[in-house]
């Protein structure tokens, strides 16, 4: 078993600082980390403007109640809606749904509606204002829990935001659900991988089953 272990760890393994920079020609953080799911964001501001925008650092974060939270490089039209109202819904981003989702994050003037730009359909929520993707097969409306900007290891602010929201309602395209559990390779969600522009779906033929021990 000692032999096994030694035979499996790496031996040529390229080191750097972030701070220092990575010595490649992309950095491969994105890559690491990932695939990553999306947070693909619908929004509306006070003002009654609607926004729609996909985010790569997003994620569960807790069961009960379940909350969901993403990272925003940068003070966006989606930070500052949900700031102003403290809603939002997250929309399932899929393959049939890739090139919309990708429209989606084109960089436009806050009056210009991305639904409409993505030739996306808005459903209105029942819970909260801002609507969902019509075309999506899975939807969260959430309301915000926490908005905050990250710092770094020696407390420096840094020009990204976390928001976090509950999830207070969830719409779920029937075709989904087989006996009652939620068929996730059938939604076909695709994830972020990092490079320039990596993606992947997830497909039920990659699937393994593991049982948690005792």
Partial sequence: MRYLRYMLQPTDMHFYEPRNGTG???????????PRPIGWISSRGANG???????????????????VGFASIGYKDTVR?????????????????????NASCAM??????????????QVPSR??????????????ECRMTQSFQLQSADG??????????????VHIDRSLIKDGVYDTAAARPILRGGGPADYFEIS???????RRPG
Avoid: C, K
């Fill in 24 to 34: 490649l020609p992309h950095d491969p953080f994105n890559s690491i980390v990932g």
């Fill in 49 to 67: 403007g609607v926004n729609l925008a996909p985010y790569s650092f997003f994620n569960g974060f807790n069961y009960t109640p379940p909350i």
């Fill in 81 to 101: 809606n949900i700031r102003e109202t403290r809603e939002f819904v997250w929309n399932l981003a899929t393959r049939p749904l890739a090139e919309q989702m």
């Fill in 108 to 121: 436009v003037p806050p009056e210009v509606n991305e639904f409409e730009l993505a030739g996306l359909t």
């Fill in 127 to 140: 819970l909260v204002s801002p609507p969902r993707v019509g075309e999506s097969p899975v939807a969260f």
């Fill in 156 to 169: 420096a602010a840094i020009e990204t935001w976390m928001t976090l929201g509950e999830v207070v309602a």
């Fill in 204 to 210: 039920p033929e990659l699937r393994f089953r593991m």
